[in-house]
């Protein structure tokens, strides 16, 4: 069986729903980062197959800028994390509500 | 001529704001004295203009401002100074200017006295509007502005309940009765298109009779209101609540005969439709008597008065209903000077015996009170009608008037109640000034009023007694050039003077009974003993006639209880459920959503998938819906919608 544009557009779609339980459910806030990668490469996955599908590279160029941004949003997200950590000697989201309305 | 024109309207508000200025404060002089003087510069610009009005014989029509213009309406701010309004001019004038000097002395210890000055100058204002007018929409605003300031000098010691009930009673009668003037003044624009007297009145001989009736109907309503008619009449007599000089001006000499001022006004329109005259004849006539009787055994001297008044304005309804327009305009000129002079009298008689009313508890007040029994007793006279005071000749003229006419039940009425005014009035005079001592026995000290306010009854009791025989003939010559002149003259010369006589002698005789009855030394406190009090008559008049009691008993108290049931079953359950349920459904959805801003971040980013997720079906459910809008318009075709 040869493997098509579907099949890599359903593991897309594990992928993200993978990630979307894993924001939803997870307390820790490294592991709320770890879920925010699986969105994300989920979406690359998706990009780079979809830009194969139509020989066109502006999909697989997308995917290089996506990976860039992520990159730098764990940057600055962990550096914020290890202060938080050190502050409060915890990360866990419940404890994280001092944006109470 | 402009300038006296405004001048004459505008100072007494001046005046009435000044006094306003010190409403709140400590009693001052000059929040009376002010306003008295600009009464006066008032009165002499009125007096100029009727001078311009008698020397030129013309009129005078200004038009101050635009008040409304919309489409087809246009109603100017303007006034006319003619013939008629002139005559009401003068006697508004010289009657407030009288009272406000006057009322300078009687409220003299009352602290309210800035605030009523601001009141009557203000009434007097309104007073100007409504007859210097020269269209319905001016009248109707001087007509609410008197009524308004009569509410609030009825209701001046407003401490009393009876004060205030009874103001609130002559307010909502008015509005009863104005509805109907309103709709009659709505009737007039939709028939004619205008409401400038001089467009409406010529514009009234083109339209049906039907239509001409039921306007002749609504306005003379809004007469029977103001003018306090059956059965519209009980506020006038509760309104003797209110300060005195307020009876003498509003309640005797001016805002009551605005009733008649419109019929006379709307001669045009009532000579189209006589049967309604002559309604308005019958129940004029029909007043007089009434409300004589009443008179008959009421033991308030401010309230005899009051019904004196209404039986007056009974004559004058009758005049104008049966077309003696410048007889009605007469009377009412005369009745205005007497009795406004009466009312002052009782006054001075009242601020004597510290605001007892009950004659029976006088006697013997002449003594010490010379000057005011004169006043009262030669105002009384007039009244009364005796020759050659101002009564006897407006007041004959309206019994000639209907007899000219053979409106004999009319005529025979008017006569009796002659009689019967003559009777009531003396009564009132023997009981208060002559008889036995019996109020030193009570405790009362009477004592004469200030000379000033005496010296300013003076005016009213000159014209009291000048009036009829010097103003007949030029006041005929004057106003006819605008009203029916028709001259009533028996021409058997006979019958004229045994009519003339013998109603002299009925009256004269009427009066004496009265002194002979009530100067008796026999008179006591009557203390509802007597065989006399007992009686079905008495009961039956003192009760007046028991119409108070029948609307308390059948018009306001189902009224109440209607107004208790909507306003707990309807308002209460409905419209304020209404009002509340909205209400708390945003409190509740409030309460229930809350949970959402906990600011916790996970519960946030459940939301947030939660509403992703939501805003994809729709694109989903949108997308499909336009891919396939025509199926489902077919679909939808086929249910019927």
């Known amino acids: 069986m040869e493997i098509g544009l579907n099949h890599y557009l359903v593991l897309s779609t594990i992928l993200f729903s993978i990630g979307l339980v894993g924001v939803m459910r997870r307390k820790n806030l490294l592991m709320l980062f770890f879920a925010t990668e699986i969105l994300l490469n989920s979406v690359n996955i998706a990009f780079a197959a979809i830009s194969h599908y139509y020989g066109d590279l502006t999909g697989q160029m997308f995917a290089f800028f996506v990976i860039a941004i992520a990159a730098s949003e764990v940057a600055v997200g962990l550096g914020l994390l290890i202060v938080w950590h050190k502050r409060y000697n915890n990360i866990d989201l419940d404890y994280l509500n001092t944006m109470k309305g | ?641």
């Open chain 2, 1 to 641: 001529m402009e300038l006296f024109l405004y001048t004459a309207l505008f100072s007494p508000l001046v005046g009435s704001l000044f006094a306003a200025l010190f409403s709140m404060s400590a009693k001052t002089k000059w929040a009376g004295i002010v306003p008295s003087i600009l009464l006066g510069v008032s009165l002499t610009s009125s007096t100029i203009l009727l001078f311009f009005v008698l020397g030129t014989n013309s009129t005078l029509h200004v038009e101050m401002m635009t008040w409304m213009e919309t489409g087809g309406l246009y109603i100017p701010f303007g006034f006319v100074v003619d013939q008629v309004s002139v005559t009401m001019m003068m006697v508004v004038t010289l009657v407030s200017t009288v009272v406000h000097v006057y009322a300078i002395g009687y409220m003299d210890h009352d602290k309210g006295f800035n605030r009523f000055f601001a009141w009557l100058s203000a009434f007097v204002f309104s007073m100007m509007i409504l007859v210097m007018s020269d269209n319905f929409a001016g009248l109707f605003i001087g007509w609410e502005g008197v009524g308004l300031c009569s509410w609030g000098l009825i209701g001046f010691w407003y401490q009393k309940e009876s004060a205030t009930w009874a103001a609130n009673e002559a307010f909502i009668m008015n509005r009863i009765a104005d509805l109907g003037m309103l709709i009659g003044i709505f009737l007039i624009y939709w028939n004619t298109g205008s409401l400038q007297y001089d467009i409406v009145f010529p514009a009234m001989a083109t339209l049906d009779t039907t239509t001409l009736v039921w306007i002749g109907i609504f306005l003379f309503i809004g007469a029977m209101g103001k003018s306090a008619q059956f059965p519209l009449h009980t506020w006038l007599a509760d309104a003797m609540e209110g300060p005195t000089p307020v009876s003498a001006l509003i309640h005797a000499a001016t805002m009551v005969t605005a009733g008649v001022y419109l019929v006379v006004r709307s001669n045009e329109l009532y000579a189209l439709i006589p049967n309604v005259g002559l309604f308005i004849a019958s129940l004029g006539a029909f007043v007089a008597i009434f409300a004589a009787t009443m008179a008959l055994v009421n033991r308030d001297i401010k309230r005899v008065i009051a019904y004196s008044t209404l039986s007056q304005l009974g004559y004058m309804f009758a005049a104008a209903g049966l077309g003696a327009y410048w007889v009605a305009l007469f009377h009412l000129m005369a009745h205005a000077f007497f009795k406004a002079l009466l009312f002052l009298g009782a006054g001075n008689v009242m601020h004597a015996m510290d605001s007892e009313l009950d004659p029976f508890k006088m006697g013997g007040l002449g003594k010490g009170m010379k000057w005011t029994m004169i006043m009262m007793t030669l105002a009384s006279v007039a009244l009364a009608g005796i020759f050659p005071l101002a009564g006897f000749f407006s007041k004959d003229l309206i019994l000639e008037a209907a007899f000219v006419d053979h409106h004999l039940i009319i005529y025979g009425v008017l006569l009796l109640t002659a009689g019967l005014t003559a009777f009531y009035s003396f009564r009132i005079i023997a009981l208060i000034f002559h008889g036995k001592d019996r109020h030193t026995a009570l405790g009362f000290h009477p004592h004469e009023a200030y000379k000033f306010m005496l010296i300013a009854m003076s005016p009213l009791l000159l014209l009291a007694i000048i009036s009829g025989f010097l103003f007949k003939g030029g006041f005929f010559e004057m106003v006819t050039t605008l009203l029916p002149a028709t001259e009533y003259h028996i021409h058997d010369h006979l019958t004229y003077w045994i009519m003339t006589i013998g109603t002299q002698v009925f009256v004269i005789a009427s009066i004496f009974y009265a002194y002979k009855k009530y100067m008796s030394p026999d008179i006591k406190v009557p203390d509802g003993t007597s065989a006399m009090e007992q009686s079905f008559k008495y009961k039956l008049l003192i009760n007046q006639y028991y119409i108070p009691h029948f609307y308390a008993e059948y018009l306001v108290k189902p009224y109440r209880e209607l107004s208790t049931i909507f306003w707990e079953k309807i308002d209460m359950k409905v419209v304020d459920a209404t009002v509340d349920g909205i209400a708390n459904a945003f409190y509740t959805t409030a309460e229930q959503t809350r949970g959402m801003q906990s600011g916790n971040l996970s519960t946030m980013l459940k939301w947030m998938v939660a509403g992703l997720i939501g805003l994809l079906s729709l694109a989903v459910v949108f997308g499909l819906a336009a891919r396939h809008s025509d199926s489902i318009v077919i679909m939808l075709s086929g249910l019927g919608v």
